[in-house]
């Protein structure tokens, strides 16, 4: 899905965020670039400067033009400005890319777009299911097709503890015999790839398996 982002050059953080989103950034330099283009744009981001008036003119004409839903990434000092102003929905800085999956999922699907990168999310974790791409705090991490799954069963059951064999089951299937120590193996990676501050969400239960969250 092809997103309008103004204005040009716009922030890596945002241009991260989004893609792990879905969609494909495009800068636009006015409001008449995003007009011109008509229909053509699932979404349309915009992101204040420190003239914020200046960003929210762009958006008043962009959303009386265009039936793509509108965007706005305000800085905390920025927030007033907003008031009034015309636009489907804000995001305050920092990005939040798990914040931001979830709000432009629900801009889009409101607005009748059907959105084909489904994507889950937790914390700052996004998982899109369409691309097979994995971002923990806007950054990539490089997971084999096994550790995905994984982890997008533990992000979708949180908080459910579940034993080894069970997690054989539902991730690997029912044919699978490659043993509980298969599924020690991928949680020890998913820890050490999640990184130290985030390998506490997956927790040991000692004589169980384990919990997600």
Do not use: C
């Not at 008509?38 to 003239?51: K, M, R, Y």
């Not at 962009?62 to 102003?85: F, I, K, Q, T, Y």
């Not at 927790?203 to 919990?211: C, E, F, K, L, N």
């Amino acid at each position: 899905m092809h997103a309008a982002v103004h204005p040009e050059p716009f922030s890596e953080e945002l241009l991260r965020a989004l893609r792990a989103s879905g969609f494909e950034p495009t800068p636009v330099a006015d409001a008449a670039a995003v007009v011109e283009a008509g229909d053509g744009w699932a979404l349309v981001v915009i992101e204040l400067g420190v003239d914020a008036e200046v960003g929210l003119a762009v958006a008043r004409r962009v959303r009386s033009e265009v039936s793509a839903p509108v965007l706005v990434v305000a800085s905390p000092e920025s927030v007033e400005a907003l008031d009034g102003a015309e636009f489907d929905d804000f995001l305050v800085t920092p990005i939040d890319p798990a914040e931001l999956a979830v709000r432009v999922s629900r801009l889009t699907i409101g607005a009748g777009i059907a959105a084909p990168d489904e994507v889950i999310s937790f914390k700052d974790l996004s998982l899109n299911l369409a691309t097979y791409q994995a971002t923990v705090g806007s950054e990539p991490i490089d997971l084999t097709y096994m550790e995905y799954e994984l982890l997008r069963f533990f992000a979708t059951n949180a908080g459910r503890v579940w034993s080894r064999e069970q997690l054989l089951n539902r991730v690997w299937g029912y044919d699978y015999f490659g043993g509980a120590r298969t599924v020690d193996v991928h949680v020890r990676r998913l820890r050490a790839k999640l990184g130290e501050e985030r390998s506490s969400w997956i927790t040991t239960v000692r004589s169980v398996g384990y919990r997600f969250g």
